[in-house]
């Protein structure tokens, strides 16, 4: 699974500054959900030489009260997560009484973290630390997390040691397919699983290492092996009040990360919601191949039907290639067809095209929608080819890459799809310019 690493510190010492640094984007994923106050950002962390989940634990505030009490909760929550704490400090504010209550509760963790004196762009890195010894947490580390000054350093230095993570990529090639099912809590993840389960051959279940607490379960349907990841504990529940009590974005994003497909599931019954679309968002981020199961449809009137799917495509627009299937968990109704799509999510983003037909396609699709003019001069694509697996890439040879219109990117993107019937995976669209 991916290493975690959580940022803590007082309000304002820069802990969203330096979340979106790491995270190289402004729109983090945002909780929103019974239980979890809104504040709090989860990402993938870009800088540094291995890939990880961020968490932006919000501000670890002294003397919480009402709903801030909450909030520290969860930010402790987050920090007993993680596998790497980074504890901001402003350099130019020096210590606070905050600072101390907030080193003291982090001693108690037996967690590793860093100590970083922030904002110290242009101050020597001696002085900008010196202050904080005293937290009792060794050196501070002068940043400036506005800047980027020593960040990378710092990334490489806090995962020293830390075993790479066997992502999906690395079980790219293997036989079984690796399925997260996401998704808010009740909504249906837990039946979803037990179905597939309960009706599948559980492979080696009763061997070694194979106990009813496994992360990884391995299964077989039609002939094919799956192995589910259950990071969420799903099946281990008992009860569906736990559902909130265990639902961790944290491991939703651990599962993301190590699985070939990821069915996200929604409630029929309930409206998309923002951190539904963000949360899937992240999936196609991340490259990976997705289905969106709209589970409990059973329950949903054949006349409110199309309304439901109407303001599906209306709230997830981005996902243009992620097919959606109208499931009922409980009952088995289209269980069947959403294992077929996994399946063939999973063959598409491991699709090998070669360069004379993806050029080919190239040429038709420039046929039917030239390429606009800039400055007088038509952009000219040349040829392409593939650049990667997993998800697909497909890099596109040519003149005044530059100015290709997002629109026509889009367009290029879907028509590849359509062409390798690449439905289920995210396809990346990259231009190199041949000069
Ligand atoms: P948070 O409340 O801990 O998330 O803090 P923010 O990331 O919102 O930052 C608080 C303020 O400090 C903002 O005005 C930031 O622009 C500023 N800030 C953050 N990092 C740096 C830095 O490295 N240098 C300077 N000079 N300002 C910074
Ligand atoms: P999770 O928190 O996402 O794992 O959700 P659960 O699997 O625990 O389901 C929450 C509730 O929804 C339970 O009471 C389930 O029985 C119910 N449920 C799950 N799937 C379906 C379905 O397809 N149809 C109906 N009517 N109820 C369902």
New binding site residues.
């Given amino acids: 699974m991916l290493p975690v690493v959580a940022l803590v ?1 007082r ?7 330096l979340f979106n640094f790491l995270t190289r984007t402004r729109d983090a994923l945002v909780a929103d959900m019974p239980g979890l106050t809104r504040d709090r950002n989860y990402g993938y962390g870009k800088v540094g030489s291995i890939p990880y989940v961020v968490v ?1 634990t919000g ?1 670890l505030v002294v003397d919480a009260r009402g709903v801030e009490q909450q909030m520290v909760k969860q930010a402790l929550r987050a920090v007993e997560e993680a596998d790497r704490v980074l504890f ?1 400090v402003d350099s130019r504010a020096g210590v606070t009484p905050d600072d101390h209550y907030i080193a003291q509760t982090l001693r108690k963790l037996n967690k590793k973290v860093f100590l970083l004196a ?2 110290a ?1 242009g101050v020597d890195s001696a002085t900008a630390g010196a202050d904080f010894y005293g937290l009792g947490l060794g050196e501070p580390q002068a940043i ?4 980027g000054d020593g960040v990378r350093s710092l990334m490489d230095e806090v995962f020293e040691g830390i075993e790479l993570p066997e992502g999906a990529a690395a079980a790219g090639g293997q036989d079984d397919i690796r399925v997260a099912v996401i998704g808010r809590p009740n909504v249906g993840k837990s039946t979803l699983i037990n179905r597939l389960l309960g009706e599948e051959r559980l492979i080696s279940f009763d061997q070694p290492g194979t106990t009813r607490d496994a992360v990884f379960v391995p299964f077989e349907r039609d002939g094919q092996t799956y192995t589910l990841i259950d990071t969420a504990g799903v099946r281990r529940r008992a009860r569906v009040e736990e559902a909130i009590e265990k639902f961790s974005v944290i491991k939703a994003l651990q599962a993301v990360d190590s699985a070939n497909v990821v069915i996200g599931v929604i409630d029929a019954h309930d409206a998309v919601t923002e951190q539904d679309a963000s949360l899937f968002g992240m999936v196609a981020e991340r490259g990976r191949a997705l289905l969106i199961a709209v589970n409990k449809w059973d329950g949903i009137p054949s006349d409110k039907r199309d309304e439901i799917r109407a303001g599906l495509d209306l709230r997830l627009p981005f996902l243009d290639f992620a097919p959606v299937h109208f499931i009922s968990a409980l009952h088995g109704t289209g269980v069947g067809e959403l294992m077929r799509a996994v399946k063939h999510a999973y063959d598409a983003s491991m699709r090998e095209m070669a360069t004379p037909e993806l050029t080919r396609v190239l040429e038709t699709a420039m046929v039917q929608h030239q390429p606009p003019l800039v400055r007088g001069r038509r952009i000219k694509l040349r040829y392409a080819h593939q650049g990667g697996r997993n998800p697909p890439i497909i890099v596109v040879h040519g003149n005044q890459i530059q100015h290709v219109p997002d629109a026509y990117k889009r367009y290029l993107a879907n028509v590849f799809r359509k062409n390798f019937r690449l439905e289920g995976t995210p396809v990346r669209v990259q231009f190199r310019a041949d000069d």
């Fill in positions: 510190g309000p304002n010492v820069g802990k969203s500054t932006d501000g901001l922030n904002k762009e400036s997390a506005q800047h």
